[in-house]
């Protein structure tokens, strides 16, 4: 029996999402990792399933799956996917979303975009995670990156060019990040435009990571480099960060496209 996915990128940062509101489609890590492969697979940097909401005022639970089948907590990439998928279903514009990282109002803007309010950051040491106590605006790591999590960990550092790049994967499995983390590489032109490039948790060096652009304006902010409403360029494209000094959440604006649907077997694939 076939099953019906979803092939959708938010600027090239691309996912299979697949609905499983009408059922447990006995997504193991295996079958998630799978999946995901590149030429095995549909291929994805993360699988993201949709189920019933459990929270009030939520339209629908997702969760998010890094290629090698582990969870991650939030994807805002992923998370504008949804948000636009939602509405091209049930014409919902304003869907909110339940995470492992909270509820996420989301909202379609009169040019077509998607705006996902992403929620406060945390910038606690045993928030991020870390291993051990130490100042997250100045981790006790070469290159003095800033830490903070979006409902995942972040790492960032402020670069001058992008040589570091090359160390993402250590940088990711190093000691004092207990739950790994996405490391950001960022370089600021001007207190309103970053750019930015990612190595994601379990993915690799993905062409946009959302909740990465989102916690290194946090970092940049802290540092007291960056504006509180910055531009954020990626090798994808374009994202709009806004830290609200207001609400103190942070909301992310850019595109979501859907790539195309298709049917996959997924008794042929591990369980």
């Known amino acids: 029996m076939l099953t019906s996915f979803y092939k959708m990128h938010g600027l090239g940062n691309d996912f299979v999402i697949l609905d499983e509101r009408a059922g447990d489609l006995s997504l193991t890590p295996a079958r998630i990792a799978a999946l995901a492969h590149r ?49 091209r279903l049930s014409g919902n514009a304003t869907p909110v979303l339940q995470t492992l990282a909270g509820l996420l109002p ?26 051990r106590a130490v100042d997250t605006l100045h981790l006790p790591l070469p290159g003095d990156p800033a830490a903070a999590s979006m409902g995942n960990p972040h790492a960032t550092f402020f670069v001058s060019d992008f040589a570091m790049l090359a160390q993402g994967h250590a940088l990711e499995h190093d000691p004092l990040f207990s739950q790994r983390a996405n490391i950001g590489f960022a370089r600021m032109d001007t ?81």
């Open 106 to 131: 989301t909202h379609r803007t009169p040019d077509g975009l998607v705006t996902v309010d992403m929620g406060a950051p945390r910038t606690g040491w045993e928030d991020v995670p870390l291993a």
């Open 191 to 271: 207190p309103e435009h970053m750019r930015l490039k990612v190595h994601e948790r379990g993915a690799g060096v993905t062409e946009a990571c959302g909740s990465g652009a989102c916690a290194a304006v946090v970092n940049a902010v802290r540092r007291g480099l960056a504006a509180r409403t910055c531009t954020v360029e990626l090798d994808g494209g374009i994202l709009h960060i806004t830290w609200s000094e207001q609400t103190n959440h942070v909301l992310m604006t850019g595109s979501a496209t859907m790539a195309f649907e298709g049917a996959v077997d997924l008794a042929a694939y591990p369980s």
């Open 39 to 87: 030429r095995r697979g549909i291929g994805c940097d993360q699988l993201v399933t949709l189920r019933a909401p459990a929270a009030e005022g939520a339209d629908v639970f997702v969760r998010f799956f890094n290629p090698d089948g582990s969870e991650a907590g939030a994807c805002g990439n992923a998370s504008r996917c949804v948000a636009d998928l939602v509405w």
